[in-house]
């Protein structure tokens, strides 16, 4: 099993940044695909960001110009760095990993939440 903790998590103003972390430990894949999805209350859970392993980048309409997703292979952690945040921003925050050859995301951290304040 894998388990995803993430961190970075909080209030910020409207134009503000914040950079998430999410940390994957346990089995790990040689070739596994990780991602960022959001969730906001009373609406459904939408696609953020993700990256391959050799880091091929796919991005939200919603996002694009404005997030960046990265990953550190070695210490199997991905990042996203939101600038320019607005308040639709505002959601609970999850990181997810599958494997390559996967349709469905197989593994899913606790959440973080971010509040974009107008």
């Known amino acids: 099993q894998v388990q995803l903790v993430e961190s970075g998590g909080g209030l910020v103003q409207a134009g503000g940044s914040l950079r998430l972390s999410c940390a994957a430990s346990?089995?790990?894949?040689?070739?596994?695909?990780m991602g960022w999805f959001r969730q906001a209350p009373g609406k459904a859970r939408e696609f953020v960001a993700s990256?391959?392993?050799?880091?091929?980048?796919y991005y939200a309409d919603s996002v694009k110009g404005r997030f960046t997703i990265s990953r550190d292979n070695v210490k199997n952690t991905v990042y996203v760095q939101m600038n320019s945040l607005k308040p639709e921003d505002t959601a609970v925050y999850y990181c997810?990993?599958?494997?390559?050859?996967?349709?469905?995301?197989?593994?899913w951290g606790q959440g973080t939440q971010v509040t974009v304040s107008s």
């Open positions: 997810a990993v599958r494997r390559s050859d996967s349709i469905n995301w197989d593994y």
């Open positions: 346990g089995r790990t894949f040689s070739n596994y695909v």
């Open positions: 990256i391959t392993w050799k880091s091929s980048t």
